[in-house]
């Protein structure tokens, strides 16, 4: 499924990202630009405005982990269906998460690495990383089977 160059590539890309505070910005852009994902978050506090969000410790902590599980699925790149399988179903079956959501969070994450890369983020990076949000996107949408 990925050629040694689309392997390179996209573990090139994450060297340069911070699980912390590029996690944080990813969530909080999502909670921002699709507010009705708020709604998931109802112990999270005030996420109304970008400085809530951009102040608000558990989007902080939440971002964190939701890139952890992105970093093990790139450390799983052969098998990232399997390796987030359980993580899609608790989103499918007690989060009840709408899958849809998934995709819009990869390209929250695809916006903060293009702003925080500029031109060193080229449209052939761009393209092979897609890619992986592709299938992250899918192993975690598989569980709602
Ligand atoms: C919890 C990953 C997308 C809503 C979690 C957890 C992880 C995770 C690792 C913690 C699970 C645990 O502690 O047992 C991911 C990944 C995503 C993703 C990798 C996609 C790229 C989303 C989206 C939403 C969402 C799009 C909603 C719009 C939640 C909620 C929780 C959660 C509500 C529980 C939070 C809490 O109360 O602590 N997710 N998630 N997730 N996720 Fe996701």
Redesign the pocket.
């Known amino acids: 499924q990925w050629t040694a160059e689309e392997k390179a590539t996209i573990a090139s890309i994450w060297a340069k990202v911070d699980l912390e505070n590029d996690g944080h910005d990813a ?1 909080g852009r ?2 921002l630009v ?1 507010p ?2 708020q ?6 506090g005030n996420l109304s405005t970008a400085s809530a969000v951009a102040g608000n410790a ?1 989007v902080h902590a ?1 971002g964190k ?6 970093d093990n ?1 790139i450390h799983h790149l052969d098998n990232v269906k399997q390796t ?1 399988a359980a ?1 899609s179903k ?2 499918a079956d ?2 009840y ?3 849809e ?2 995709k ?3 390209d929250m ?1 695809i916006i903060v690495l293009a702003s925080k890369l500029g031109s060193e983020f080229t449209p052939k990076l761009q393209a092979t990383f897609e890619k992986f ?1 592709d299938v ?2 899918a192993a ?1 949408s598989h569980g709602y089977n």
């Open positions: 969530l999502l909670l699709y009705w994902t709604r998931y978050f109802g112990t999270f558990k939440h982990k939701v890139l952890g599980a992105i699925a987030l993580l608790q989103h007690e989060l998460v709408d899958p959501n998934f819009r969070l990869g994450l949000i992250l996107v975690l």
